[in-house]
């Protein structure tokens, strides 16, 4: 089946520790996404990629990293300068004209 | 800058009756208008979309919505709600190029009661 897969679907963070949330897509979308989900917030966008090799910053881009190698697959690595990683992340793919398509989304807890 | 406006953080309504969410936008350009609903702990799953043409869109699972630009609004609507519809629904606007960078409300929970 065609879809976008995040995995884990949950993860425990420790104080200080980098971690990496796996986006992987098989529906040959070019632009993939990453969103974090707050209770009242809606959803906030953190980084795009629109192009393998090319991404750019979103609205609170601060203390996380992505990278785009192949065209399948967008990580976002959460960083220890994230201050407040706790959130619910969601990651998607559209291609050029269409609409976004999510996963199922990874539960990032700090203990 | 584009922004999205979701009146009421939660609504609630008897099983049956009408559904109306609304959602008012803010776009310098021709925007594309998207609602999604959310069950807890997944992902968003698309309901509809307006990009160009009728301005009257019928999505899945009986809802639509209806793009007034004049009020800026893309309201959605049920004429039946089920038990079913109880979910987080999410409007979003994008600046309507190639490229999907999509802004969100802030969400309405939708409650259903027998």
């Known amino acids: 089946d065609g879809g976008i897969t995040q995995s884990p679907k949950y993860l425990f963070r420790k104080e200080g520790q980098n971690v990496t949330l796996s986006c992987e897509q098989n529906?040959?979308?070019?632009?993939m996404y990453w969103y974090r989900q707050d209770p009242g917030q809606g959803l906030r966008l953190i980084y795009y990629?629109?192009?393998?090799?090319?991404?750019q910053k979103g609205d609170i881009a601060e203390g996380y990293s992505v990278s785009r190698e192949k065209k399948e697959s967008f990580p976002l690595t959460v960083t220890s300068a994230q201050k407040n990683p706790t959130a619910f992340y969601l990651c998607?793919?559209?291609?050029?004209?269409?609409?976004?398509?999510f996963g199922q989304g990874t539960r990032l807890t700090v203990v | 800058a584009q922004s999205v406006t979701q009146l009421g953080s939660h609504v609630s309504v008897s099983e049956g009756a009408l559904v109306l969410l609304r959602c008012n936008y803010s776009?310098?350009?021709?925007?594309?208008l998207f609602w999604y609903v959310q069950y807890p702990n997944q992902g968003l799953q698309l309901l509809l979309k307006?990009?160009?043409?009728?301005?009257l869109v019928k999505g899945i699972n009986g809802f639509e919505a209806e793009f007034k630009k004049s009020e800026t609004s893309f309201h959605l609507t049920k004429p039946s709600a089920h038990m079913s519809d109880a979910a987080e629904y999410f409007c979003?606007?994008?600046?309507?190029?190639?490229?999907?960078?999509?802004?969100f409300g802030t969400g309405t929970r939708l409650l259903v009661s027998p």
């Open positions: 998607a793919s559209s291609r050029q004209g269409g609409e976004a398509f």
């Open positions: 529906l040959n979308h070019d632009a």
């Open positions: 990629s629109q192009i393998v090799n090319d991404f």
């Open positions: 776009s310098s350009v021709p925007p594309y």
């Open positions: 307006y990009t160009t043409g009728a301005t």
């Open positions: 979003a606007v994008s600046e309507g190029s190639s490229f999907q960078k999509l802004v």
